[in-house]
């Protein structure tokens, strides 16, 4: 670890430079994860998305810090959106691809979990995304589509695309998923 002190920052006051312009803030609150999975382990896959989507259960974190949310589950699809907006950019000044992923590796995974049985739950074992398109805030909300294409007892096989606020497909997926027997 490095004890030498930030160029960029004044050692007495943390001080940044004049050019940074006025530091903005988010606040991310969310709920104890474990009432979430204690409801999962009650429900199948679809009722454990729907009570989540109806507020029965509390969103995982993840979806609070990337303001993601269930708009819509049936067996074998689901559809998320996700604003987004400048603090997921890259320094580029686009959104992080990592953001796209995530939503992609989401809805994946939730079009399978929608086909599980209570007691039963799966893992991502691999993700292809294909980046069709830059992101940023004046993209509009994101909505992200995920498809089962193949349900397994053992390996599942899903797919995702997202789309911008204007309809423009931005990214796709194909997905393999663990599926496995939750420890009781």
Known sequence: MSTEADPLTDPLTGAVPASWGEPRSRTVTWYDPMVTAAGAVERSGLETLEAIRDGVLPPPPISVLVKMGVVSVEAGRVEFTCAVDE??????????????????????????????????????????????????????????????????????????????????????????????????
């Open 87 to 184: 603090s997921v950019y890259n320094p580029i000044g686009v959104v992080h691809g990592g953001l796209v992923c995530t939503l992609l590796d989401t809805v994946a995974g939730c079009a399978v979990h929608s086909t599980l049985p209570k007691g039963v739950g799966y893992t991502s074992i691999e993700l292809k995304v294909t980046y069709l398109r830059a992101v940023t805030r004046d993209s509009g909300t994101l909505t992200a589509v995920g498809t089962v294409v193949k349900p397994g007892r053992r390996v599942a096989f899903a797919e995702g695309q997202v789309l911008d606020g204007a309809g423009k497909l931005v990214a796709t997926a194909s997905s393999s998923l663990l599926v496995f027997p939750l420890p009781t």
